[in-house]
Structure formats: C-alpha cells, structure tokens
C-alpha cells in the first residue's frame, strides 16, 4: 500500500496531468491524426464516467483497501499504448450501454433541463418578489425617519 497521499498525487500525475498534456500534443498539431483525437475524446469521456460513478458510489468502495492504487492502475490502462485500454473499455462496454439506452437518456435529460428552467423561474420569481418587498421597506423606513426628524429651529422671516 502506498499510502492516500502518495497514491492520490500519482493519480492526478499518471490520471489527469499526462493524458491532459497527450491531448494537448495531440489537439496542437498542425495537423492532427484523427485516431490519436478519438483516442484522447474516448479517454476523457470514459474519465468523467467513472468520475461520476466514483461520486456516486465513493461512500461503498472508497473504504476498499488499495483503491486509489487500482484507480490508478486503472487510468493508467486506459491510456498505456500497448494495453489500448480505452478503445477496449469504450468500445465494448460503454458504447454499447449508452447506444442500447440513448433515447432514454436523451428523453431524461430533457426532463431535466425542462424542470431545472421551471424551478430557476420559480426560484427568479421568488427572489424578485424578496426583493421587491425589501426594497419597499427600505424606501418606507427612510420616508417615516425622515419626516419625524425635528427639522432646525428657522426664525421667520
């Protein structure tokens, strides 16, 4: 066992860093091979995908001795040149699932971005009338302390 730390800073070195710089070397070309950019777009997206699953799932597996070192096995594997463990692992594993339930998918996020606009209006709405009610205290508040303020002594004339 490495330890957390050690484990954690080799993940973000060999997970995020060196693939991050392999993508940029590949995206910066003058011209770039397409394989080697749906290389980089495959890692990237079965990355977020466990990333997602990681969050999701961390209170069940991230207690498990030497996760962190077989997460790092992992990405590492996906990326290794002579494992080719991204295509493996997006091809027949991911695509499949996400091809077989796309129209689910893509039905479901609607719902959301539908019910996210609905609650962001609703949330808009509340804090206008917040704000509105406020503002008119503020203005009210000013008005009666201004006009009960005894105004300075003026004689006449």
């Not at 961390?58 to 080719?84: C, G, H, Q, R, V």
């Not at 594993?93 to 339930?101: F, T």
Request: net charge neutral.
């Amino acid at each position: 066992m490495m330890g957390s730390f050690l484990s954690r800073a080799l993940l973000m070195v060999f997970g995020y860093a060196y693939p991050a710089y392999e993508c940029f070397k590949s995206v910066e070309k003058k011209t770039p091979e397409i394989d080697q950019l749906l290389f980089w777009c495959q890692y990237w997206i079965l990355v977020a995908m466990f990333t997602v699953g990681e969050r999701v799932g961390d209170a069940f597996i991230s207690w498990l001795p030497m996760y962190n070192e077989a997460k790092l096995a992992f990405f590492t594997y996906l990326w290794y040149p002579k494992t080719k463990g991204t295509s493996y692992v997006y091809n027949f594993l991911l695509r499949p699932y996400v091809s077989k339930h796309e129209t689910e998918i893509d039905r479901n996020l609607l719902e959301v971005n539908v019910k996210a606009k609905e609650i962001g209006l609703l949330l808009w709405q509340e804090a206008a009338s917040y704000g509105h009610t406020k503002f008119c205290d503020i203005l009210l508040y000013f008005s009666t302390h201004s006009a009960s303020q005894p105004q300075p002594f003026q004689p006449p004339g």
